[in-house]
């Protein structure tokens, strides 16, 4: 059993910031990459930013120079600091995560957090 457990949403007037951190807890053996993904209404779900065991990290046009993605492997814990929000960052935000679990040590998987909403007023 994994869980993903999302924090840190919340409301912010526009050109305010936020934190969003991700902790993944059970029986994992080993995590890949991480990231964060959105989805405002009536739009497909959108990568946000992502990252690798490495701390490669990958960010989407909209959101580059603003926003960054950072982990923690020894917590499990992805963080996405959010700088300079603005009306259209409001969605839903998903953390996202590709492990291998005692279960399935030699597969990889991908697993969502529930979401956080994040709401910029303007």
């Known amino acids: 059993q994994v869980q993903l457990v999302e924090a840190g949403g919340g409301l912010v007037q526009a050109g305010g910031s936020l934190r969003l951190s991700c902790a993944a807890s059970g029986s994992i053996v080993s995590i890949n990459s991480m990231g964060w993904y959105r989805q405002a209404p009536g739009k497909q779900r959108e990568l946000v930013a992502g990252i690798t065991s490495g701390n490669s990290t990958n960010y989407a046009d909209t959101v580059k120079g603003r926003f960054t993605i950072s982990r923690d492997n020894a917590k499990n814990t992805v963080y996405l600091q959010m700088n300079s929000l603005k009306s259209e960052d409001t969605a839903v935000y998903y953390c996202?995560?590709?492990?291998?679990?005692?279960?399935?040590?030699?597969?990889?998987?991908?697993?969502w957090g529930q979401g956080t909403q994040v709401t910029v007023s303007s």
């Open positions: 996202n995560a590709i492990l291998t679990t005692r279960n399935l040590p030699t597969t990889w998987g991908r697993y």
